[in-house]
């Protein structure tokens, strides 16, 4: 007869399944996650520190009001397409290729009109885009 005790190993926890369980997840929560703090966010734009803006051959400044109107070099554009305001660009560009397109545009203006001016500004095959801003000591004055 046999009266010893029969010797049992411990039993292995297997921690591979769960962690595969914890990083699905964790990769769904990260998904699903609404990321509501940036659309609760108040911003007043464009305020920067910069030196004063300074008339150039090669600049043609391209000015959006905040309903959307254009003015190119100080003449307003008929309509507000895209085309017009390619025309209106390429008109006005006495650099031809090498102007630099100043966008001015109002704070309060809508993103899809200065979005307006770059395709007219590709479209003309102007390149060069750089956008104008005011110091945050006139923002205050006025």
């Known amino acids: 007869m046999n009266f010893r005790r029969s010797s049992r190993d411990e039993p292995e926890i297997n921690l591979i399944p769960f962690i595969d369980v914890l990083l699905v997840v964790l990769i769904f929560l990260m998904l699903s996650t609404t990321y509501s703090k940036f659309t609760e966010l108040q911003i007043k734009l464009p305020v920067a520190d910069a030196d004063q803006q300074r008339d150039y051959l090669k600049e043609v400044i391209v000015a959006v009001s905040s309903d959307g109107r254009y003015m190119v070099s100080k003449l307003p554009v008929d309509g507000r397409s895209i085309e ?49 801003t005011q110091s945050a000591a006139q923002a205050g004055a006025k």
């Open 84 to 132: 017009a305001l390619s025309a209106a660009l390429t008109a006005a560009a006495k650099a031809g290729k090498d102007s630099v397109i100043i966008i001015s545009a109002d704070a309060s203006a809508s993103h899809q009109s200065v979005i307006t001016v770059m395709e007219a500004a590709r479209r003309s095959g102007l390149t060069q885009i750089t956008f104008a």
